[in-house]
């Protein structure tokens, strides 16, 4: 897994970054809420671990303010608030699990790996586009046997398209949908994300699916079904 941990404390934040990197996975951390909104926007992640006391905004504002811009990730509070009010009140913000501070560590780590397993589950099922197969629960594309892993932002731009596959899909529509209503930076990191979803597509050797440009619209995903001797 790739996680976000976003945790003021040093000594909890050390201790969760180095547990969770001896256990194999990616672990990048922020300290405050304007660092954990920069890597959130710029980096794919599968689930974040968010404080909810942050030295310049808390984590239940950071929260609702994610879910309003349609993140979707994962998200596990941390919090040393443990009455059943805050509790609720944490998930009806968007929290998908809550952990009470001290806790754990094999038992924080056995939640994260649920969540992905059910944030993975959300998005079953293999599609088939022309030659190449199009998994949701492994995130890949397969082609003759050989697979090659998808990113989570490669991932919901393909979904994005393969949802409307031989239509026309604009920029801004793809902005919305992967990055949110209120995203706020580079119109071309769409055509950034195509081109990583080309080049996958080609090292596959993929014959019959590609992402065709329209100009002055946005992109489009043409399938060909028709099988080939």
Not at 52 to 78: K, N, Y
Not at 157 to 173: F, H, M, N, P, Y
Not at 182 to 194: A, C, L, Q, S, W
């Amino acid at each position: 897994m790739r996680v976000l941990v976003v945790e003021d404390e040093p000594r909890m934040s050390e201790l969760l970054h180095r547990g969770l990197t001896e256990d194999g996975h990616t672990v990048d951390v922020g300290a405050t809420g304007a660092a954990a909104r920069e890597l959130l926007r710029y980096a794919d992640y599968d689930v974040v671990v968010l404080d909810w006391g942050l030295p310049d905004v808390d984590g239940l504002s950071l929260l609702r303010e994610w879910r309003a811009q349609g993140v979707a990730t994962p998200v596990l509070m941390l919090t040393a608030r443990g009455t059943a009010g805050e509790k609720v009140l944490g998930l009806r913000t968007g929290a998908d699990d809550y952990l009470v501070k001290p806790f754990d560590f094999e038992e924080f780590v056995a939640r994260l790996e649920a969540l992905h397993r059910r944030a993975s589950g959300a998005t079953a099922g293999v599609v088939s586009l022309g030659d190449v197969e199009f998994s949701g629960v492994r995130r890949q594309l397969t082609r003759g046997g050989e697979a090659l892993d998808l990113t989570g932002r490669e991932f919901q731009v393909l979904r994005a398209l393969q949802d409307r596959v031989g239509d026309v899909v604009s920029r801004s529509e793809l902005i919305g949908t992967v990055w949110g209503p209120h995203f706020d930076g580079e119109p071309n990191v769409v055509d950034v994300y195509i081109g990583y979803l080309r080049a996958k597509l080609r090292d596959l050797g993929a014959e019959r699916v590609s992402i065709a440009t329209v100009r002055g619209s946005g992109y489009r995903l043409v399938v060909d079904a028709r099988e080939h001797p």
